[in-house]
C-alpha cells in the first residue's frame, strides 16, 4: 500500500473518532495527531484493529483503534458480552469475574469492563483490586463463571496495558471462541453500540475470602512439608516488582511454612510506572538487580521475582564462583517438572496415567526427563492457552503433573488454567529447601539434572521491529526463512524442519514429509541438526518483535564438566546466530 493511500484511510479512521460519543480528552488527542507534520503517531495509532493474540488484547494506552483505551476495550467487551449471551444462551444467569493488575488505567478500564457487562444482564465478580492473573482463573473456576477478563500487560513496558479474556474453564480463549469473539467485536462499528451504563446490583466486589481459598489450594501442592519444616529459616529473598505478587507470595511462602522471607522495600510499592527498572520483567537481569543486591547483603540461599501480573517467575541463585546468576525460563521449568516427577514417584502416587506439557520452543532437555521417569510428555504451542487446552482435553483420563514455557512461566495446578507465580514460587522454595537438606546448593541440584539426562544451553534472542514498517519486515523475515532456510547451522547440517503453517515435517535427508498433530496451524518454523541444535522462529502475538529461540546439546561427564559444557555451549550459540544473520 503506497504511503498516501495509507495515510488517506488513517485520516479518515481517526477523524471518526471525533464524532459523537467520544469525550473531550479523546477528541483532543485525535485532533493534536491530525494537526502534527509528522504523522508517523498518527498512523500508528489507527492503521489496524488491536486483535487478540497469544495473550489477548494488548498495546500502548492512548487514542486509536490500535491503542488501549475505553472504546477499543469497551468494544472488546460488548463483543464478548455479546458472545457469551449466543454462546449460554440456556443459562438463567451469566457470570463473569474481572481482575486488573496494578499498571495505570487498569482499575479504570476493570470498573468500565465491569459497567459494560452487567449492563447486558450479565452477573460480574469484580475484584476489590489488583491481584495476581492466576487468581482470576482460579476465581472462575470456583465461582462456576462462564468467562472472566484480567486487565494487564504482564511484563511489558510501562507505556501498555492489555485484556485477557478467559473461558468456563479458567483458561484463556482459544478457536472458536475466539474467532466467533472477533467476529462479535468487529459488528461494533460506533461507539454508540457500546453499553456504558453500568448496573451496580449486577456486580459483587470479591477479594480476601477468594484468596484465602486460592492461597489454601497451592498450599496443596507441597511435596515434602517434612523438609520445609527442617529448613524453615532458609533465606529467600522476594520481589514483586512493584506487582501484584505482593499480595500474595509472601503468604504462600510463609503458608508453606517459611520463616525468613526477604523483601526489597523500593519494590514493595505497587505502581504502574515501575519506577526501580528500565522494564518490569524478571527475565532481564537489571530488573533483578536491586533484589540481588539484597541477596548479597543478607546471603540469601534463593532469590525469587514476580511480573507485575505475577504470572511469571523470576530465580537467581549461587553458580560455581558463588556468584548469583540468573536462572533461564528452560531451566526453571526444567527443575520444577523434575522435582515434581522425582517426588511423585518417590511418594508412590505414580499410576500410569500421569503427564506434563511444555510448549514447542521450550527445552528438548524436559523430553528426556520424562521418558527417564517414564512419565508422558506433550508438546503444544506458546502460550498458556495452549497447555491448558491440553489438560481440558485429558480431564478425567490423565493427571497433569505441572507443565511450562521458556518465557519464566509455570503451572503446577489444574485448579488454575493459566501460568501462576504464585505456587511456582512456593514450590521453587520448597525445591531449594530439598536440595539444602540433601547437602546440596541449588546449581549442584541443576548440574546433577543435566548429569542425569544430558546438557542443553539455551538463549533466547527477540528481533524488535515496531510499527506498521515493523510488521512488514517480520512479515518478510518469516518468508524469507520459509524460501531459503539455512543449510546448517553453527557447522551442524540441518536435518529436519518444522513448519507449523502447514503442518509438514520435512525430513531432508530423505524428502519425507510428514503431517504433525497440533489443533490449529501457527506461523512457526523450526530447525534441528544433526547435533541435536535446535532453532525455533517465531513472530510474538502480543509485541512488535520477531523471537529466535536457540537451543544447543552436549554431554557432562561430571559436574566439573558443567562450566566447559557452558563455555562451548555459549560458542556454539554465537555461530548459529552468525548463521542466521542475528
Known sequence: MENNELLAQVTAKAQGWLGEGYDEETKAEVRRMLDADDKTELIESFYKDLEFGTGGLRGIMGAGSNRMNIYTVGAATQGLANYLKEAFADLPEISVVVGHDVRNNSRKFAEMVANIFSANGIKVYLFENFRPTPELSFAIRELGCQSGVNITASHNPKEYNGYKAYWSDGAQIIAPHDVNIIDNVNKITKVSDIKFE?????????????????????????????V??????????????????VKLIPDSLRNYGFTNII???????????????DSPNPENPSAMAMAIAKAKEVGADLVVASDPDADRI?????????EYQLVNGNQIVMILLNYIMLRNREMGRLKGNEYVVKTIVTTETIKAIAENQNIKMYDCYTGFKWI????????????????GEESYGFLAEDFARDKDSVSAISLMAEICAWAKDRGMD????????????????????????????????IQQMMKNFRSNPPKTLGGSEVVLTKDYSD????????????????????????????DGTKVSVRPSGTEPKIKFYIEVHDTMRDAADYDRCNADAAKKIDAVKKDLGI
Do not use: W
Open 442 to 473: 541449588f546449581n549442584q541440584m541443576l548440574q546433577e539434572i543435566y548429569l542425569k539426562n544430558g546438557y542443553s544451553h539455551e538463549e533466547g534472542i527477540s528481533v524488535v521491529r515496531p510499527g506498521k514498517t515493523g510488521a512488514d519486515e
Open 314 to 322: 523470576g530465580c537467581v541463585i549461587r553458580d560455581n564462583n558463588g
Open 228 to 245: 520445609i519444616k527442617r529448613q524453615s529459616d532458609l533465606k529467600i529473598v522476594y520481589t514483586p516488582i512493584h506487582g501484584t505478587g
Open 263 to 277: 523483601h526489597v522495600p523500593e519494590q514493595d510499592v505497587p505502581s504502574g510506572d515501575f519506577p526501580t527498572v
Open 503 to 530: 503442518l509438514n515435517c520435512t525430513d531432508l535427508r530423505t524428502g519425507t514429509v510428514t503431517k504433525m498433530d497440533f489443533p490449529a496451524t501457527s506461523n512457526v518454523l523450526q530447525f534441528f541438526t544433526a
Open 388 to 403: 491448558a487446552s491440553v489438560i481440558r482435553d485429558l480431564e478425567g483420563t490423565g493427571r497433569y503433573l505441572g507443565g
Open 198 to 226: 453500568g448496573r451496580p446490583e449486577l456486580i459483587t466486589i470479591i477479594g480476601e475470602d477468594m484468596d484465602n481459598k486460592f492461597l489454601a489450594a497451592i498450599k496443596t501442592l507441597s511435596l515434602d512439608p517434612e
